[in-house]
């Protein structure tokens, strides 16, 4: 795990962020492949996966599941390494992608990630001017 020179509130933030971007990635994973025949839908879930984060519970990563689906960052450089629940349900090419649920989701998680950042933007402005107002 990296060292961050962040106090540790701002560096949970900084953790949810990457949650955040990792759950972006498997929706954008997820609709890339929603043509694909036997693709089951992939989701990343916060709470989880923040947790496991801050708690050092080891790095986590995406799960291929099949070698032609198409997914986000793969190895070393994707954090997230624990299996990723998938859909059981399936439609007739037992694909289990549902693109307006997929749209959503992204939506609802770019508001997510956006307040984080905002939050994150003015704790950083708050420092700029304490650091301006010192000199």
């Known amino acids: 795990m990296m ?3 962040w106090d540790p509130g701002t560096v949970l933030f900084e953790r949810a962020l990457d949650v955040r971007s990792g759950i972006h990635e498997t929706i954008a994973s997820n609709m890339a492949n929603e043509e694909t025949p036997g693709y089951k839908a992939r989701h990343l879930p916060f709470p989880e996966t923040f947790s496991a984060l801050v708690n050092g519970d080891g790095p986590v990563q ?19 390494h624990h299996t ?4 059981l349900g399936a439609g007739i090419d037992e694909n289990t992608v549902n693109l307006e649920q997929e749209m959503t989701l992204m ?9 984080v950042s905002q939050f994150l933007d003015g704790r950083f402005e708050g420092w700029k001017k304490a650091i301006d107002e010192g000199r």
């Open 107 to 115: 939506a609802e998680n770019t508001l997510l990630y956006m307040a």
């Open 84 to 87: 990723i629940h998938e859909d």
């Open 3 to 5: 060292i961050s020179p």
């Open 62 to 80: 995406q799960a291929n599941t099949n070698s032609r689906h198409l997914g986000g960052r793969s190895g070393e450089d994707n954090m997230f």
